[in-house]
């Protein structure tokens, strides 16, 4: 293990940008090998996860290749005539992936089993077992509707309608991807919106949508046996990766930083919304569009936080940003309390028990609550840091030790984290571009 102390050594300015979006990179690959000619993927992440993706679909039949330029090329088979694959699909650390193509794999008449590493092994699937097993797929799967697992897709797959019992943009996107081959129509309703990028992108790639509201709810129902055209994607800079610099500029003293590139689309910006309203100078400045993506330049200013009740209401479009919202909670005045985020408990660790300790360790005041944490905010003092000795845990979890290297940047001691290896997962050159901008 990579053990590293964070330290601050001065305010963070200039501009910069952030990797590809790693939902959209996921969704761009699979949608692309779905496709029966050449696709081009720009800006994608090359982070582990969606490399495990890349590897997926290599053994499922499509041609991937990185090209000059970083452009990505990848020629499809086509839907329906993906290829079973001999060997394990590896997902390493990634949920997306197993998640999505446990969907996709479902209405293809073979079987694949699904491997993953400590973390994911640990993670639930009975969620997308579920509504699939209703279309015809079987599972084999660890005790707890665990990996590795084994699935058998059915040929043809039956259309469901489905409520989603859990706000997850994963579990929505398995059930699409499920009736992308299914003969008829599949329904998916969602009672809370979650991120829509399989929604824009699968119509993108000429696939047939409706979308609606009923009561409040979000209904989308897709069109199966869908005939997909090869598309030109680029992938505009992810939100989730940007937030790091964000509330790493807001509690760093005298920082004026710029990020380029960063998607802002409303089912992701949460973070930007919660931080504003604990008075974050963050300015959306050059608003257009990128791939079908609203994107914008984001300037953020250090600011002096104060202390909110985050309303439960935005954690759908903020879900993967609360390790690092905590962070700025524990520097702002006063106190920040949040709810209604079980959900964290299942993430790559659970989130709020890792960041409860993390934060702790490093001297900041947290009470961990069944569904959120409280913090008692320092009121923009450093917090101490990790005691000479101790390092943070980060158990696997790529967010827990980018939010923990952010709160060294406001500490007096630095913040040990044990672990930086699982950063690689989505944002590769995070320490070197943490470097770069004064830190
Ligand atoms: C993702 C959905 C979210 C998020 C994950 C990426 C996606 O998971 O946490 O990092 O790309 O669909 P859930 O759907 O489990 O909330």
Do not use: C
């Amino acid at each position: 293990m990579a053990s590293y102390t964070f330290q601050s050594s001065g305010p963070l300015g200039g501009r910069l940008r952030v990797p590809g979006d790693k939902s959209i990179s996921h969704r761009s690959l699979m949608f692309a090998s779905l496709a029966v000619g050449e696709s081009t993927i720009e800006g994608l992440l090359e982070g582990e996860d969606v490399l495990a993706t890349a590897a997926a679909m290599r053994q499922l039949g499509a041609q991937v290749e990185r090209g000059e330029g970083s452009v990505w090329r990848v020629h499809g088979a086509g839907l329906g005539s993906l290829l079973e694959p001999h060997q394990a699909l590896d997902m390493g650390n990634s949920g997306t992936s197993t998640r999505l193509l446990m969907g996709l794999l479902a209405s293809h008449g073979f079987k694949a089993t699904f491997v993953g590493d400590a973390s994911l092994s640990g993670r639930p699937m009975n969620r997308v077992i579920e509504p699939l097993s209703q279309m015809g797929a079987s599972f084999e799967a660890s005790s707890g509707g665990t990996l590795p697992l084994m699935l058998r897709g059915a040929l043809p797959a039956v259309p469901i309608r489905y409520r989603l019992p859990v706000a997850s943009a994963q579990v929505k996107s398995a059930v699409l991807l499920a009736g992308l081959n299914t003969p008829g129509i599949t329904t998916v309703i969602e009672p809370v919106a979650t991120r829509d990028h399989t929604e824009r992108m699968l119509t993108g790639f000429g696939a047939k949508l409706e979308i609606g509201e009923e009561d409040g709810e979000r209904i989308i129902a897709i069109h199966g046996e869908a005939d997909l055209q090869p598309q030109r994607v680029v992938v505009p800079g992810d939100p989730s990766s940007a937030a790091f610099f964000i509330v790493a500029a807001l509690i760093v003293p005298g920082s004026d930083l710029v990020i380029e590139n960063v998607g802002m689309n409303t089912t992701r910006a949460g973070i930007v919304e919660a931080l504003r309203q604990m008075g974050g100078s963050i300015d959306a400045l050059n608003p257009r569009e990128v791939g079908g993506e609203p994107v914008a330049d984001l300037r953020v200013r250090h600011s002096a936080l104060t202390g909110t009740e985050i309303d439960p209401a935005l954690a759908p479009s903020m879900i993967d940003e609360f390790p690092v919202l905590f962070v700025a909670a524990a520097l702002a005045d006063g106190t920040t309390v949040t709810s209604g985020l079980e959900e964290l408990r299942v993430k790559e660790s659970d989130r709020l028990a890792t960041m409860a300790a993390a934060l702790k360790l490093a001297g900041a005041r947290v009470v961990e609550d069944e569904d959120g944490l409280t913090i008692h905010g320092t009121g923009g003092e450093k917090l101490p840091g990790t005691p000479e000795g101790a390092a943070v845990e980060t158990r696997l979890d790529h967010r827990i030790a980018m939010s923990m290297a952010v709160a060294g940047l406001a500490s007096r001691d630095g913040v040990t984290v044990d672990d930086t290896a699982p950063i690689a997962t989505s944002f590769p050159t995070f320490v070197e571009l943490l470097a770069g901008p004064g830190a």
